[in-house]
């Protein structure tokens, strides 16, 4: 979603969580970005809301048969032309 009708583009704070995210193919998880790098929970939301990063759930097995679940923030293509513009 660049900036198209009705949408405006990503803020400089969101640009730079966008790119902080383009270099990480499998994604961060929310906690890291907010306490690593500083953006605000509503920060990563926004991005979400807009379409320009999205959550990815993933289960695994760890030694034990024990499941986890991993939830990591992803860059969407629309994320990725925003960063374009």
Known sequence: MAATAGKS???REQRRALKILAGAPR???EEVLVLAYGF???T???LILAGLATPVTETKRVPGGLMIT???IRITDDGRKALED
């Open 27 to 29: 994604g961060l998880k």
């Open 70 to 72: 991993v939830e990591r």
């Open 9 to 11: 583009p990503p803020n």
């Open 40 to 42: 605000s929970s509503d």
């Open 44 to 46: 990563v939301t926004c």
